[in-house]
């Protein structure tokens, strides 16, 4: 295990030409064209499965049809009272963050008219976790969507989207929680194994706001969720937090920024996850910005992955850039490790069979994650299917010594 | 009664520069209700003893036998030692992030005795044994050993001896990092297991400390990978007074 310390970056970030690109000064378009097609060797895909993500490139209509590729579940929400009518690529607040940076995230704000927005009234405090339930309709058929949470000031609440089912799907979730506002956002990927989903997360967190987000990824044969987090008010606070189980074939992505830009703010980033079998792949890019402004910031990324068995790979690139002297402590970490030799030894020396401990030190690894969740009926699934996961890579050979 | 049995011992770990012996033919027989102490300073093989018998993998076994009521010990697995009885309290017991206390013990439980404790019986073992150790009941919900200071990572490797009821326990270094307090907690714990089950003890120390609590019917002096010499409790005290260097300037 590794954990680095990173001091400030103002002497990369002189006037001369620089040819890394500062993860804030991405560029972003809501017109497909101005991104031309990915060749895979841009910052943002060199590490994409962009064979099997293209049928999210093609910019053609999908609200036509009888069958949409996505039904949308949200008896919960409307029950709730948090559903709102949105007409138009106009209806406010649409927009009002969210500024695509891929060609996916273009598309899916083009060819979608009317976007889901879901709103947590001011003030109001939504005891129970609220679930929105998108189910996939086929592998074949294409989807584009935009959602909008919006979090009012002083309002409380947890929603879920839960993504079953199988489609390609495009999908920009514009996240605005309000000052004062405390929202925990968690998307699911349970999808099955031929689903391709590109999904784009922008949020803003305003004065004194909290955001915990959290993405959940264990089905989907390709899936790349990027969330990105904005602390923008005084003391605003963000948490996010990702697990993932890649099995054979799989390629689960996530690009994380987190990016302090106002005064006093705490973010912490913790993604987990582990891998199985043949192909297997996981992709961590974090990158945390810490602006001119943001003084006593208090950050912190973590990615660590577990590798179970050999033919598996993991990516993971933390980035820490800092553009004040006057912070409270930023740091980050990266880990990639197989299982440890001395957790397996400590609990067969208690007269646990190797398989149970493994098992436990692979449970315990995620739950850590899965614990943050606070949603049961979450909790229960992920439990449920991190037990499936195991109980098919059982028969694969652990990995061997120099295998991670 | 059961017997445990060390014979010419031989151990040798894989170094970078090849391998290293370590154990150089040790013999040593612990009978039930017997507290043998092991001392000797740094390096002189008392830790491989332990881990050898607990069948870490990292110490090869080059010769000798060791026996527990005439099976042979080497030819079991970690897991199968544990349920055979041998139980190993850890000088330095690993964090398992997300596995809680509860969880945990309950699972090794469950596998020494070969079926899962009755829930009810089951919590008030674990209670009576925490509130023996003086442990807060919100133990249990912490992850095994995440975050616990030196005392209560001692204070749990005897609270697992005290509810997997095992037959023999190599006790290493149980007292380094121990205030006084701790260190009489869990000596209060290592002699009421004892009295209650007839538990044989291997206690390994650099210091003779502990034996004040811990009373020991021999004591075993390590050097250099051997016994270099064994007596009662009186060669404890000579330890005490006159520290390893009789040993080391002997070179045995």
Known sequence: MTATETTPAHLATEDRF???????????????????????????????DLKRLAPLLVDEETETGAEPAIEYGLAELEAAGLLVESTGHDAAPRGEVFRPEDVVSAIAWKRCQNALHIRLPEGQVQEQPVIARLHGTGADRHGNAHIVVEAMPGSVGTIVLHHSGSARYAQNLEIIVREGARLTLVSVQDWQDDAVHASAHQAVVGDGAYLKHMVVSFGGGVVRVNPSMRLAGHRAEGEMFGLSFSDSGQHIESQVFMFHEGVETR????????????????????DVLIGQDATGTDSYEKNQNLVLTDGARADSIPNLEIKTGDIAGAGHASATGRFDDEQLFYLQSRGIEEEEARRLVVIGFLMEIVQKIGVPEIEERLAEAIEEELRRGAGLAPASKAGA | MSVLDIKDLRVSIETEQGSKEILRGVDLTINS????????????????????LAGHPRYTVDGGSITLDGEDVLEMSVDERARAGLFLAMQYPVEIPGVTVSNFLRTAKTAISGEAPRVREWIGDVRGAMEKLRMDPSFGERNVNEGFSGGEKKRHEILQMELLRPRFAVLDET?????????????????????????????????????RYIQPDHVHVFVNGRIAEQGGRELADRLEEEGYDRYLKAGV
């Not at chain 2, 740094?42 to 491989?48: A, E, H, I, L, Q």
């Not at chain 2, 009295?195 to 034996?211: A, K, N, S, W």
């Open chain 2, 33 to 52: 209700d017997e507290i043998h102490a092991i001392m000797g300073p740094n390096g002189s093989g008392k830790s491989t003893l332990a881990y050898t």
């Open chain 1, 267 to 286: 973010g912490d980033v913790l993604y987990k996850g582990a891998l199985q079998g043949e192909g297997a792949r996981s992709v961590w890019i974090g």
């Open chain 1, 18 to 48: 620089v040819p890394i690109q500062t993860r804030s000064e991405r560029p972003t378009s809501f017109d497909p064209a101005d991104f031309g097609t990915p060749t895979g060797r841009e910052v943002n895909w060199r590490l994409s």
């Open chain 2, 175 to 211: 007292d380094s990092g121990l205030d006084v307090d701790a260190l009489r907690i869990v000596s209060e714990g290592v002699n009421r297991i004892k009295g209650e089950t007839g538990l044989g003890v291997l206690l390994i120390t650099h210091y003779t400390r502990i034996l």
